[in-house]
T-cell receptor
């Protein structure tokens, strides 16, 4: 079954702690994305990657970091510099050259 | 500055009737538009899209209309079903040179279809 898997589903962060959200896809898509959703808000782009070993900042990259060492994986680290990390995080992927993005089920991050 | 606007936070319709969800955009460079459906605590699911070279695209019960001069698009669902109850997001992108670029999302409209 092809798809995008995000883990964990729920994550709790302590003050000053870095946490990493996992995103894996077996769709053979080139491009991957991370979005953040806050209550009553649309999705805002954090980072995106169109190819392995390359990624670009989105609209709200401060306090986040990513890596793209493998085509199928695009982990997101929420660093202690992100002062308001509580949100629903969504990973997406797409075929290069096609605008339709497909989303995982999301990770809900809360601060303890 | 919000480039994609969904001015109705919520919409309620009766089962079997038409649902019309609206979306306005300000960036004239947008040339590809998408609608996504999202249930609580799940990721958005792609519904339907339209390129700026068209003014209508239809897929089963879902039709998207694009009015470029007004920078407005709408999603029609006919007939509406209770399972259509979800948040609907409008999204837009600039299709530049065949490369993937970010989607800019509206804030969403909560559709409730009453039995």
């Amino acid at each position: 079954d092809g798809g995008i898997t995000q883990s964990p589903k729920y994550l709790f962060r302590k003050e000053g702690q870095n946490v990493t959200l996992s995103c894996e896809q077996n769709l053979n898509h080139d491009a991957m994305y991370w979005y953040r959703q806050d209550p009553g808000q649309g999705l805002r782009l954090i980072y995106y990657s169109q190819i392995v070993n390359d990624f670009q900042k989105g609209d709200i990259a401060e306090g986040y970091s990513v890596s793209r060492e493998k085509k199928e994986s695009f982990p997101l680290t929420v660093t202690s510099a992100q002062k308001n990390p509580t949100a629903f995080y969504l990973c997406a992927s797409s075929i290069r050259g096609i605008n339709i993005q497909y989303f995982g089920a999301g990770t809900r991050l809360s601060v303890l | 500055d919000q480039q994609v606007k969904q001015n109705s936070p919520s919409l309620s319709v009766q089962e079997g009737r038409i649902s019309i969800l609206n979306c306005d955009y300000t960036n004239s460079m947008f040339d590809y538009f998408l609608w996504y459906k999202k249930y609580p605590a799940e990721g958005p699911t792609f519904l339907i899209s339209i390129s700026s070279i068209k003014d209508k695209n239809e897929d089963g019960r879902f039709t998207v209309f694009l009015n470029k001069s007004a920078k407005h698009l709408s999603l029609h669902i006919v007939p509406s079903q209770p399972g259509d109850s979800a948040v609907y997001f409008c999204a837009a992108s600039v299709n530049s040179g065949g490369s993937n670029y970010k989607l800019t999302f509206g804030k969403g409209t909560l559709l409730t279809v009453n039995p």
